[in-house]
């Protein structure tokens, strides 16, 4: 069984930046794709951004590119997101999510193992 747990969400003012962890339990860390969706109040979830097994391989959604980055560190099963130029629209849980092989990481997924969410909420 595969645990995900994320931290770094916080508040943070407009033009801020955070960076949020996603460290996974178990030892085959590194032999799945990794993902972070959020969910805004009263909207559905959507997809982030995720990165292959290796961390070669990244793929964002068009609201976050050139923003955020996504990156892990199979070494410390931990996968992170760096946000950048926070703007209100980013407020939301983030989920970080594993996927159920090496390289799928567009927003189908398969996305098997999902976190309790980390919590980012921007101001004005």
């Known amino acids: 069984q595969v645990q995900l747990i994320e931290s770094g969400g916080g508040l943070v003012q407009a033009g801020g930046s955070l960076r949020l962890s996603c460290a996974s339990s178990?030892?085959?860390?590194?032999?799945?794709?990794m993902g972070w969706f959020r969910q805004a109040p009263g909207k559905e979830r959507e997809f982030v951004a995720g990165?292959?097994?290796?961390?070669?391989?990244?793929n964002y959604a068009d609201s976050v590119k050139g923003r955020f980055t996504i990156s892990r560190d199979n070494a410390k099963n931990t996968v992170y997101l760096q946000v950048n130029s926070l703007n209100l629209e980013d407020t939301a849980v983030y989920y970080c999510?594993?996927?159920?092989?090496?390289?799928?990481?567009?927003?189908?997924?398969?996305?098997?193992?999902w976190g309790q969410g980390t919590r980012v909420t921007v101001s004005s």
């Open positions: 999510a594993g996927a159920g092989n090496p390289t799928d990481i567009t927003p189908r997924g398969p996305w098997r193992y």
């Open positions: 990165i292959n097994w290796s961390g070669r391989t990244t």
């Open positions: 178990g030892r085959t860390f590194s032999s799945y794709a």
